[in-house]
């Protein structure tokens, strides 16, 4: 499995904007359906966002959707998460995961199939 590492979250006000980045270990990357999920305290940890193996299809949790921007680097291992237009709500721990694929255009937004996982990356906005 391949290893991932988050960096990026810190505090900012509210309106304010971040970029997560997920590094992952190795070259096998190209491999992986990449996500972001996040779990704010006292909560589940739900779906955020996904990217398939070559970039071209995404897809959106509702709360994110047009403030939110998922993306990937295969030449750097690397998945991002543009954060835009910051609500207290978006205050979470957000965690990017990878699932192994064949399909180039397919996208999950099952957790439970993901099998990788980095250590989370903490956001918090303040109102």
């Known amino acids: 499995q391949v290893q991932l590492v988050e960096s990026g979250g810190r505090s900012v006000q509210a309106g304010g904007s971040l970029r997560l980045s997920c590094v992952a270990s190795?070259?096998?990357?190209?491999?992986?359906?990449m996500a972001w999920f996040r779990q704010a305290p006292g909560k589940k940890r739900e779906f955020v966002a996904t990217?398939?193996?070559?970039?071209?299809?995404?897809r959106y949790a509702d709360s994110v959707k047009g403030r939110f921007t998922i993306s990937r680097d295969n030449a750097k291992n690397t998945v991002y998460l543009e954060m835009n237009s910051l609500k207290a709500e978006d205050t979470a721990v957000y965690y990017c995961a990878g699932n192994r694929r064949i399909n180039p255009d397919t996208i999950v937004t099952d957790q439970s199939l993901y099998e990788s996982w980095g250590q989370g990356t903490q956001v918090t906005v303040s109102p």
């Open positions: 190795d070259d096998s990357f190209v491999t992986y359906v």
């Open positions: 990217i398939s193996l070559n970039g071209g299809t995404t």
